[in-house]
T-cell receptor
Framework: NAGVTQTPKFRVLKTGQSMTLLCAQD?????MYWYRQDPGMGLRLIHY???????AKGEVPDGYNVSRLKKQNFLLGLESAAPSQTSVYFC??????????FGPGTRLTVT | SQQGEEDPQALSIQEGENATMNCSYK?????LQWYRQNSGRGLVHLIL?????REKHSGRLRVTLDTSKKSSSLLITASRAADTASYFC?????????????FGKGTLLTVNP
């Protein structure tokens, strides 16, 4: 099993550009999550999904959109990137109350 | 807002010594989890302790939970250079938030050879 994979690993955007981060899991998990991690901070939840076709806002959702059209995939979109969105983005999945399995992260720089 | 707060923010020890990290949280929890993050990598789950448990062991790891004080500690015994990493506690609440993890800011552990 590949576990949780994220695409791309690195990306540099100019302010105002858009992009989509892809997360895929092969563990048949119902729940999926997108976090961002900034220097000296823990992870902060952006959006999450409790099943195929569902999405919900987390702690810091502004400027991001998500979609969960297939159970194994969770997409995070930035419609108009801002420098404040420079961060490392992590995707995770689990079966609910249990431990979360994390992807390797996407390092995004917005100039 | 962050639920957990780790203490200390940074810890430097010699190989073979024990490392203790503490975590405090604010609201009632279903369970508390500890994760490790090596530099530039994703998080790896270490151990989960439920609110009705007081202590749990896994290999060289020992976790305690005191719900009356809303605090937890992670002890790593006989540390190794490979234990160098950031360690995060994360809590899972009850009810509508019972599947979301809320992370602390982490403790950076450096184990010197």
């Amino acid at each position: 099993n590949a576990g949780v994979t994220q695409t791309p690993k690195f990306r540099v955007l100019k302010t105002g550009q858009s992009m989509t981060l892809l997360c895929a899991q092969d563990m048949n998990h119902e729940y999926m999550y997108w976090y961002r991690q900034d220097p000296g901070m823990g992870l902060r939840l952006i959006h999450y999904s409790v099943g195929e076709g569902t999405t919900a806002k987390g702690e810091v959702p502004d400027g991001y959109n998500v979609s969960r059209l297939k159970k194994q995939n969770f997409l995070l979109g930035l419609e108009s990137a801002a420098p404040s969105q420079t961060s490392v983005y992590f995707c995770a999945s689990n079966l609910g109350l249990h431990e979360q399995y994390f992807g390797p992260g996407t390092r995004l720089t917005v100039t | 807002s962050q639920q957990g707060e780790e203490d200390p923010q940074a810890l430097s020890i010699q190989e073979g010594e024990n490392a203790t990290m503490n975590c405090s949280y604010k609201t009632s929890i279903n369970n508390l989890q500890w994760y490790r993050q090596n530099s530039g990598r994703g998080l790896v789950h270490l151990i989960l302790i439920r609110s009705n448990e007081r202590e749990k062991h896994s290999g060289r790891l020992r976790v305690t939970l005191d719900t009356s004080k809303k605090s937890s500690s992670l002890l790593i015994t006989a540390s190794r250079a490979a234990d160098t990493a950031s360690y995060f506690c994360a809590t899972v609440g009850w009810g509508g938030s019972n599947y979301k993890l809320t992370f602390g800011k982490g403790t950076l552990l450096t184990v010197n050879p």
